[in-house]
């Protein structure tokens, strides 16, 4: 079975134990600090209660964790992140590591912050920490312990150009988890009976750098995404690349829609977009994301390129997502406007939309339904009362 993130519960926490306990052995510790660890480092009902804690799944059987918690305004603190130590150097410390990345941009946090071991140190090195200080272990006194942090980068860019090829090459992780794929999305079919297993294109491999987006895409299937997104995005090599259309009214307030229960997003806010498919590739092979967007815009608003007008080209990275966003100003007021594409989504066949929501100040992006990368977006856009754009 393929490899699952989730969330913890209660349930978990004997198993989380019999990890730390574990990787704990094979670091050296005397039978003394080992005793003393059993008695102090358990991870107990309160833990998973208290923390942010992610469990790493195969087979079923929990093989990693990691525990995370705000600290202060800016930091999210790396409470945990163990691997049992039969999975070791299979990439799992590196997924969850990647992952508590995003929740930290999830949460507007710029900062990581985590205190470890010198075996540890050069694993949190090459991926960007650096030690800030150190302080004397509590088991090992003759042992530092390097207290390590990690500054990210905002998620919201301009784009100059795009590139995006497809390639013959399939989705390895579609074809390694097939069957389970198929039983998964016969499950979600059940709660949503209006799904549908298409064909899409997923992003295998990007590069951005001054200002330019170059990538490429291989096919998939609905089914395969669905799996990949609800299982924690395992595969860390593949990415959900799509296209967004940001409405700004000609009063200065963002669309942003509210998808209607019986599609896959049910309930989440975000513009108006969706994924990738071969109608959006070119004569010549190429991924016209642009294109998209257009095409995505008509089909859930009933807005055409007459009734809008281009302006910047935006790329927001959130984590295993990556939105192509082109802003679009649209004459006429929020509230009209949300009527009209309302009248029309309630025509519509697909009647994706439930809700349009209208975004004009930061605390109108604080609504927990509000998909990062579209809080994000929404956070680069609007202006700022001390740094107006």
Not at 40 to 63: F, W, Y
Not at 116 to 131: I, K, L, M, N
Not at 143 to 170: F, N, W, Y
Not at 261 to 272: D, E, S, V
Request: proline content about 5%.
């Amino acid at each position: 079975m393929p490899l699952k993130l989730r969330p913890a519960t209660i349930a978990d926490a004997p198993a989380l134990t019999d990890i730390l306990r574990s990787a704990k052995t094979t670091r050296g510790f005397a039978e003394d600090q080992m005793a003393e660890c059993r008695n102090s480092r358990n991870i107990t009902e309160a833990t998973i209660r208290s923390l942010h804690v992610t469990v790493a799944e195969q087979d079923g059987k929990p093989v990693a964790f990691s525990g995370l918690s705000q600290q202060g305004a800016d930091t999210l603190r790396i409470d945990f992140l163990v691997v049992a130590p039969e999975t070791r150097r299979l990439g799992i410390g590196n997924l969850l590591l990647t992952r508590a990345e995003d929740d930290a941009r999830n949460r507007g946090l710029p900062r990581l912050f985590l205190e470890t071991g010198p075996q540890a140190d050069p694993f949190y090195e090459t991926r960007g920490f650096r030690t800030i200080a150190t302080r004397r272990s509590e088991l090992s006194p003759d042992t530092d312990i390097s207290l390590m942090e990690k500054r990210l980068s905002q998620g919201v860019h301009k784009v100059r150009a795009l590139d995006i090829g497809v390639s013959s090459t399939p989705w390895a992780f579609e074809m390694d988890n097939e069957q389970e794929i198929l039983s998964h999305f016969e499950d979600a079919k059940k709660r949503i009976a209006l799904l549908w297993n298409g064909r899409t294109l997923k992003l295998t491999g990007f590069r951005f750098e001054d200002g330019v987006f170059s990538g490429s895409c291989c096919e998939s299937s609905f089914a395969a995404h669905l799996a990949w997104r609800d299982w924690g995005a395992p595969d860390t090599s593949a990415f959900n690349l799509f296209g967004s259309a940001i409405l700004r009214s000609g009063d200065g307030a963002l669309l942003y829609g509210v998808m209607s229960a019986h599609t896959a997003t049910g309930g989440l806010i975000y513009p108006p977009g969706g994924n990738l498919d071969l109608a959006d590739l070119t004569p010549d092979g190429k991924v016209d994301a642009v294109g998209a967007i257009y095409r995505e815009l008509e089909e859930e608003t009933g807005l055409t390129g007459k009734d809008v007008r281009p302006r910047e080209l935006l790329i927001a990275f959130d984590g295993p997502r990556i939105s192509i966003a082109q802003l679009f100003d649209i004459d006429g007021k929020a509230e009209n406007l949300r009527e009209r594409i309302l009248r029309f989504s309630e025509a519509s066949e697909e009647q994706e939309l439930a809700d349009i929501r209208i975004i004009r100040h930061r605390k109108d992006l604080e609504d927990p339904s509000m998909v990062p990368f579209a809080r994000a977006i929404g956070d680069y856009l609007l202006p700022h009362p001390n740094f107006p754009r």
